[in-house]
């Protein structure tokens, strides 16, 4: 079974600066994807950035982007710029694209607390 | 942007009662899911649902809970007979394609008392 870990309960950060939030997974897929999740106190889960694994190519999206490592399954989420409204929790999921598995069948990391300072 | 929609936000219901959980997802999508939330717990999987019929289920999904799409607009989860542990956020989900983003609703908080 996949499992999906991050490691850091909370992390904090200055308005305008970048933070790094970790995540690490474990799988014996080759063919899977990978997401970030933003979740707000308004409880709904919205999606930050998606990596496909056969792309080696990091995934960007404005002033997200991680970093995809496949081999040491690693798969790291940087916020540059951050601003007060990317305060949430976010949590790293994993997806198999393997045949004949429902890709919407997400596993979640235990989630990280991300505080904005202004 | 669509949005999936969910009712109640919140159900507060006695142990032993039944209680159904409803959904509406966007309207041209065709996967349907339900995750839970305890709290200061994981997101899990509870189930997902294409074409009418359930397509996978976790161990979690017992024969206590149930899903339908009984008019092709809403989606539902039902638990027959609720536990104290059914306490959680439940969130419903759904996307257009295998393969596409999921949209996820608001959640509904179920609290059993």
């Known amino acids: 079974a996949q499992t999906v870990t991050q490691s850091q309960p909370e992390m904090s950060v200055q308005e305008a600066e970048t933070v790094t939030l970790s995540c690490t997974y474990d799988t014996s897929e080759s063919d899977y994807y990978l997401f970030w999740y933003k979740q707000p106190p308004s409880r709904q889960m919205i999606l930050v950035i998606r990596q496909e694994a056969y792309k080696q190519q990091n995934a960007t999206e404005n002033r997200f982007s991680v970093n995809f490592q496949k081999a040491a399954k690693s798969f790291s989420l940087k916020i540059s710029d951050s601003q007060l409204g990317d305060a949430a929790m976010y949590f790293c999921?994993?997806?198999?694209?393997?045949?004949?598995?429902?890709?919407?069948?997400?596993?979640f990391g235990q989630g990280t607390i991300l505080t904005v300072h202004p | 942007e669509p949005e999936v929609t969910q009712t109640p936000s919140h159900q507060v219901t006695q142990m032993g009662q039944e209680v159904i959980l409803r959904c509406v997802p966007i309207s041209n999508h065709l996967y349907f899911y339900w995750y839970r939330q305890i709290l200061g717990q994981k997101v899990e999987f509870l189930v997902s649902f294409y074409n009418n019929e359930i397509s996978e289920k976790s161990e979690i999904f017992d024969d206590q809970f149930s899903v339908e799409r009984p008019d092709g607009s809403n989606f539902t989860l039902k638990i027959r007979s609720t536990k104290l542990e059914d306490s959680a956020m439940y969130f419903c989900a759904s996307s257009l394609r295998r393969g596409e983003k999921l949209f996820f609703g608001s959640g509904t908080q179920l609290s059993v008392l």
């Open positions: 999921a994993y997806s198999s694209n393997a045949g004949g598995t429902s890709y919407g069948k997400l596993t």
